[in-house]
């Protein structure tokens, strides 16, 4: 089974069990002067377990299959620019750990400075007007942002490739 597949399993299990838990609700309680929707009051009952136990089963599957891309995630490599990533680091990187990079390198700025020199009201104590002086260069500003916004920008669709080539890994049930 394809990555890919695996997922699409796990989005059905999920529909499946709410689809379940839906029929749980309306099968598990009525009023006593109302007709079962099933042929004995006991048929209903064993629905309500059925459906439990399938829930139960799903889940179970659900995990396994969780546990299966895990593995796989953690174990499968791809190059990015030069770069070797597990599928896992790309996915933190592409839900994350991205965006707080962008916004390391926004964080170069000379905001806090300004904000100062406003309160010094353009004379320090020594008589002199301070100026703001900058520890960083703005190219390395703009290429960190580059480097970033370039690698995120390239995961989803190198993802999607990887996803639909990539078997798999399973682990043992439990």
């Not at 989005?11 to 309680?29: D, F, H, L, V």
């Not at 000379?110 to 520890?135: H, L, N």
């Amino acid at each position: 089974m394809k990555l890919v597949e695996a997922m699409k399993k796990l989005r059905i299990i999920e529909k499946r069990m709410n689809e379940n838990t839906k029929s749980i609700t309306q099968y598990a309680s009525m009023l006593s002067n109302e007709k079962s929707y099933f042929v004995t009051d006991q048929d209903q009952k064993n629905k309500v377990k059925e459906l439990i136990q399938s829930n139960t089963d799903l889940m179970k599957e659900y995990l396994w299959l969780k546990r299966c891309i895990e593995k796989t995630n953690l174990e499968t490599e791809m190059e990015m620019d030069g770069i070797k990533y597990t599928l896992s680091e790309l996915l933190i990187i592409k839900r994350k750990m991205g965006a707080t990079m962008l916004h390391t390198f926004d964080s170069l700025n000379d905001q806090s400075a300004k904000e100062r020199m406003i309160q010094f009201r353009g004379v320090a104590s020594d008589g002199k007007t301070p100026t703001i002086v900058r520890y960083y260069l703005e190219n390395d500003k703009i290429e960190g942002k580059r480097v970033y916004q370039n690698l995120l920008d390239n995961i989803e669709s190198r993802l999607e490739v990887q996803n639909a080539t990539t078997e798999l890994i399973e682990v043992p049930k439990r």
